[in-house]
Structures are given as structure tokens and as C-alpha cells.
């Protein structure tokens, strides 16, 4: 399933709803025409189980052709918001998990040439993250490197503590798009969240694909385009380290609960990494994509 955050014209708040055909379910309104009770958010529809998604998938399929006026809507006629609009905690980073863009930080962001040995991992606070079409924050006064990175977001369904790389893949909700935004001129001291993590550094969405949908996360295309061309393209099949070796490492030391988003790592093609180097400016337009998945589309505004 295709699972969105969004607001209609008829309310302010978030409202949980499936994509099909171009049109927004709502899930919550679904769940009234076949007598049940859906989750009003993502968050809730996480903690409820697989059982809530089979339940739904069930009233999808019962309701089709038959859905009353105002379930459904045009995607083209609501609002999709950040689909975990505020997580629940920081969003997991993981540096350096592309081959070429280990090669590429090396040689114009002082990190080791080095292939690391174990994940390299970071966060990025609630706070940052924006959704498709919401504006990224360019503060000349706070930096002059603005980059940008597209990942493959990987969101926890089940809670995860010491886990097994062998067991990961069963703890997986779903994928989305992330853009890890990270102004390179404000590095402190070799820490990176202060980088990574000011308001606007993590565009998120524009859904989420339940794990189900996704025959393979490690055989995706993924790529950045800035005002239209193309500066970054890859596969997730190039990860370092995948996503059962990153759910099992992070859970060694940290429990992964419902509602945790890791982003995978980005690959080569950062602006840092050309010649000569490029950033994001006020006017800008950042799109990020993966396929199956969907296109994350940013402008990037002046503040301050």
C-alpha cells in the first residue's frame, strides 16, 4: 500500500490516507463504511500491527467500485504532509554507506578513505523534518555549503532490541524518500547533527510503501535533480552496509521502536564532491526520487 499524511479542504489536521488511482482514501472514513475502526494517523497504524494492515487492505478490497462521495479523493486536490508529520524521536543517519561517496567525502570533506567497518551514524532531530512541496531554509548567515543527499528511508514496524541480521527484514514497515540536507560548513569538531539537523534538513515523503509492496529494497534506483538536472543516481544495491546489517547494529546498543526512520546513507554526487563544488541557493528546486517509491520536491527559500 501507498500511505499518506494529508489534509483536505475541509480540515486542518493530518488525515491518514491510502493512494489508489490517483485518488486519496481516507482511511479513517473507510473504516465507518465497513463498520471498523482505522487508525486516524501513520503513527497509530504503525503501532496497531500487521493485523491493521490486513484489515485495511480487506475494506479496500470489499469497498471497491462502492465507496461513498467524499471517501475518495483526487491526490491532486489535498495537501500531502511530512507522512510521520513529527516522529517520535530523532531520525537515524547513516554517513558513508555508498562506496564512490566515501571516495568523494574523503577527498573534499576530510573524512577517512577508509571503508568503515562498522555503520556511521547520526541524527537528525523531529524539528527538521518538512514535507513534499514545504520550503528548505537558506540562512546566509548560517551557511554557505548547502547540500544536498538522497536516501532511501527505511521506517520500523515492530519494536527491535538486539536483533538479528537474519530477523531484520520482519521489523520493516515501509520505505519512503528522504533528503538528508546538510549545510557542510557547520561541522563542529567532526559531529555532524548541528550540520544535518537545523529546521528544514530532513524533506520526507511523499508517502510511505508498506515493506509488502517493495519486492526488493536493495534494487532500487534512486537520484537527485536540482532545477531539473540530474546530480546524483545510484542503486541501493551499491549500500556498504544493507538494511538488515544497519537494523541489527543499531538495535545492539539501541532499541528500535514503531515509528523509527533510518535514512540509509546517500550515494556519490553531493555538491561538495564536484568540481567545482555546488550548493543549494535561494530559488533552487530539489527533487528527489526512488522508485516505487515516488519524487520529493523541495524549494529551497532565503531566510534571515
Known amino acids: 500500500m501507498k500511505l499518506v499524511t494529508y489534509r483536505g479542504h475541509v480540515s486542518a489536521e493530518g488525515r491518514l490516507g491510502v493512494v ?3 485518488l486519496v482514501i481516507d482511511v479513517e472514513g473507510l473504516g465507518a ?4 475502526l482505522f487508525a486516524g494517523s501513520m503513527l497509530e497504524l504503525i503501532d496497531q500491527g500487521p493485523d491493521a494492515l490486513a484489515a485495511l487492505r480487506s475494506a479496500l478490497k470489499e469497498t471497491d467500485g462502492a465507496r461513498p462521495p467524499g471517501i475518495a479523493v483526487p491526490l491532486e486536490n489535498v495537501k500531502l504532509l511530512a507522512p510521520i508529520p513529527r516522529p517520535r524521536k ?3 543517519g547513516i554517513g558513508l554507506n555508498y562506496v564512490e561517496h566515501v571516495a568523494e567525502s574523503a577527498k573534499s570533506l576530510d573524512t577517512s578513505k577508509d571503508l568503515p567497518k562498522q555503520p556511521v551514524v547520526f541524527s537528525k532531530p523531529p524539528t527538521a ?5 514545504e520550503a ?4 546566509a548567515a548560517m551557511t554557505q555549503q548547502l547540500d544536498w543527499e538522497v536516501e532511501l528511508a527505511v521506517i520500523i514496524g515492530k519494536r527491535a532490541t538486539r536483533i538479528a541480521k537474519d530477523d531484520a527484514m520482519s521489523h520493516v514497515f515501509g520505505y519512503s524518500v528522504i533528503n538528508d540536507v546538510s549545510a557542510r560548513d557547520n561541522r563542529r569538531a567532526g559531529q555532524w547533527i548541528f550540520s544535518k539537523g537545523q529546521d528544514t ?11 509488502d509492496d517493495i519486492a526488493d529494497p536493495h534494487n532500487l534506483d534512486l537520484w537527485l535533480k536540482k532545477n531539473g538536472e540530474e546530480k546524483q543516481r545510484s542503486n541501493t544495491k551499491h549500500l556498504l552496509f544493507d538494511i538488515p546489517t544497519l537494523i541489527s547494529d543499531l538495535s545492539s ?18 555538491g561538495a564532491g564536484r568540481d567545482p563544488q555546488e550548493w543549494m541557493w535561494p530559488g533552487d528546486v530539489i527533487e528527489c526520487g526512488v522508485d516505487g517509491i515516488g519524487v520529493l520536491r523541495n524549494p529551497v527559500v532565503r531566510i534571515g
Do not use: K, R
Not at 463504511?33 to 471498523?36: A, N, Y
Not at 528548505?136 to 540562512?139: S, V
Open 129 to 133: 523534518v518538512i514535507a513534499d512541496g
Open 20 to 22: 489508489q488511482d490517483g
Open 201 to 211: 534538513y530532513c524533506p520526507f515523503g511523499p508517502m510511505i510503501v508498506t515493506a
Open 136 to 139: 528548505i531554509q537558506h540562512n
Open 253 to 270: 546498543g539501541m532499541t528500535l521502536e514503531p515509528g523509527d526512520i533510518i535514512a540509509t546513507g546517500t550515494p556519490s554526487g553531493v
Open 90 to 92: 530523532n531520525i537515524f
Open 33 to 36: 463504511v465497513v463498520g471498523e
